[in-house]
């Protein structure tokens, strides 16, 4: 007899960037290694805040996508976005998907992927009336993200918060997470060690490879001829993407370099807009790309740039940094070199770390590279092997597998 696990995330596939596709790439390993996964999700929004018109006016949908059964259910999508707006849109899913997980099939293992944090208290109850083992697995520890970038500045609320997430811990079985440093906090936060594990993201190395710069890309784009310093990923508030029209107002006067920024997100008007005021043009814009292009887009870069803020080093980790290195392309970060993030970076010695917000720094760092194309391809190459020994799709999925043998039997 199969076993059956639930996902319960607010994202999935045919969204394009972030937490969707890992949602999406663990639901159909899973199905593939012999087990009935049913998704519980929304009807897709993200990174652009904008449903598809044949979604509005939709209650729930049932559909199966590569053998994995999903359930749909509607929600509330603001835009543009703000704290009040962003948590009333969280909270019409967990209505929403609460009504369908309760109504649909029993679960040997539910997974809630938060965010949203919310979905865990009443996903926990169901659970338990369903007789179903729940794991809580962490992508983004939301309320430090929220108060510690100054997203949330009510004192109030984000007690509250603190005691949802403190509520939600004690009473699911285990605890997962993407990076050490948040498996950390959440240890401080009373989980005991037995009951939380990291459950890293992965490189998309079976889509993306180290290949050619010249193709489509630079060609449409006008970029053949040019050092292409490439942003690919949601142009969020936690970003911190606003370095890098600064770092491009530096550089106008290097004319054959040349930034190209792919996705969307809450920030990318305000950078449109602030670029066209002061006539930079020396970057490109582009819309969230398809991700069968996701290795062809990477390969383009001469360099990708990751900015990460400063307040960020331990509530996030930008998992993109994983798909440049399966590209064989040099990085930049903007990030401590005790964050997550750096000591990746420094352990796989594939690229160069920046103060957060230093743009003069950051400017320098890409010269450098432009300046030294054996160190950058060196980093490239570096960056590869080290995603194949430690990063690579098959190796973090198969390790859950084994450790989902291992909670099931407990």
């Not at 814009?285 to 290795?295: D, G, R, T």
């Amino acid at each position: 007899m199969k076993r059956s696990i639930a996902i319960v995330g607010i994202n999935y596939s045919p969204e394009l960037t972030g937490i969707p596709v890992y949602n999406t790439g663990m639901a159909e390993y899973l199905v593939n290694k012999g087990f009935d996964v049913t998704v519980y999700t929304a009807f897709s929004y993200y990174p652009d805040w904008l449903k598809r018109e044949e979604d509005k006016r939709r209650l729930f949908k049932r559909e199966t996508i590569n053998n994995v059964k999903i359930r749909r259910s509607c929600l509330y999508v603001p835009n543009p976005v703000n704290t009040i707006k962003r948590i009333i849109h969280e909270l019409s899913f967990v209505v929403s998907s609460s009504v369908n997980y309760l109504m649909g099939p029993r679960a040997d293992l539910t997974i809630v992927v938060s965010p949203p944090l919310l979905a865990g208290l009443p996903i926990r109850l169901l659970s338990r009336l369903k007789r179903s083992r729940i794991l809580f697995h962490v992508q983004d520890l939301q309320p430090d993200a929220a108060i510690e970038l100054g997203m949330l500045k009510n004192r109030l609320f984000a007690k509250i918060l603190h005691k949802i997430e403190k509520a939600i811990y004690d009473r699911v079985d285990w605890v997962s997470t993407i990076s050490s440093g948040m498996l950390d906090r959440i240890l401080q936060k009373g989980v005991a060690e037995k009951r939380a594990f990291l459950l890293r993201n992965w490189g998309n190395d079976d889509v993306v490879a180290p290949q050619s710069k010249d193709n489509e890309y630079r060609s449409e784009h006008s970029l053949k001829g040019k050092y292409v310093v490439l942003y690919a990923g949601n142009f969020g508030v936690k970003q911190g993407l606003d370095i890098l029209v600064e770092v491009a107002e530096i550089l106008k006067g290097n004319t054959d370099i040349h930034f190209l920024m792919a996705g969307n997100g809450a920030v990318k008007n305000q950078l449109v807009q602030y670029i066209t005021s002061k006539s930079i043009d020396n970057i490109t814009f582009l819309p969230p790309q398809p991700f069968e292009n996701l290795s062809d887009l990477l390969a383009t870069a001469d360099v990708s740039i990751i900015p990460q803020r400063k307040e960020a080093k331990d509530i996030v980790l930008p998992s993109k940094v994983l798909n440049i290195m399966a590209s064989g392309r040099p990085v930049i970060a903007t990030a401590e070199p005790d964050s997550e993030l750096g000591r990746i970076i420094n352990n796989a010695n594939c690229g160069l770390l920046v103060e957060p917000g230093n743009a003069e720094d950051l400017s320098k760092a890409i010269i450098h590279l432009k300046d030294n194309p054996d160190e950058a391809e060196v980093f490239g190459i570096n960056g590869r092997d080290y995603l194949d020994k430690h990063f690579t799709k098959d190796r973090i999925l198969a390790g859950f597998v084994q450790k989902i043998d291992e909670m099931l039997k407990e």
